[in-house]
């Protein structure tokens, strides 16, 4: 009885180890997926910073030179609507600046005209 018993611990023994190799390669398997996928992100993500990155150097060049041709063509209505944005739908703030806005425009168009 003792002799069955030691059997049956060693048959268990070896259906653990091999149970537990199973689950070692399996772990290996889904590490490597993981790696593989997250490196796999990780290039996206820097193509699309560095795409960014490229898009914003362009526009603040375009943005510069646009503000050196309004400091010396513009009149300085033009400088100050420049820093502002006229859209009402774009304004998240809580002061109704309705007014301001409808002024500046108004002062915009003067100096339009008289050019």
Do not use: F, H, P, V
């Given at each position: 009885m003792d002799q069955e018993r030691e059997e049956e611990e060693k048959k268990l023994k070896i259906r653990l180890q091999e149970k537990g190799a199973k689950e070692e390669e399996e772990?290996?398997?889904?590490?490597?997926?993981g790696k593989a996928?997250?490196?796999?992100?990780?290039?996206?993500?820097?193509?699309i910073i560095k795409a960014m990155n490229g898009k914003?150097?362009?526009?603040?060049?375009?943005m510069k030179q646009n503000q050196r041709t309004l400091e010396m063509n513009g009149t300085p209505w033009d400088r100050v609507s420049m820093y502002i944005d006229l859209k009402p739908a774009n304004y998240k703030g809580s002061k109704d600046v309705t007014r301001m806005r409808q002024v500046i425009v108004a002062k915009?168009?003067?100096?339009?005209?008289k050019k």
């Open positions: 772990k290996g398997k889904r590490q490597a997926k996928t997250l490196q796999g992100w990780l290039n996206e993500r820097a193509d914003n150097i362009e526009e603040e060049a375009k915009l168009e003067g100096a339009k005209a």
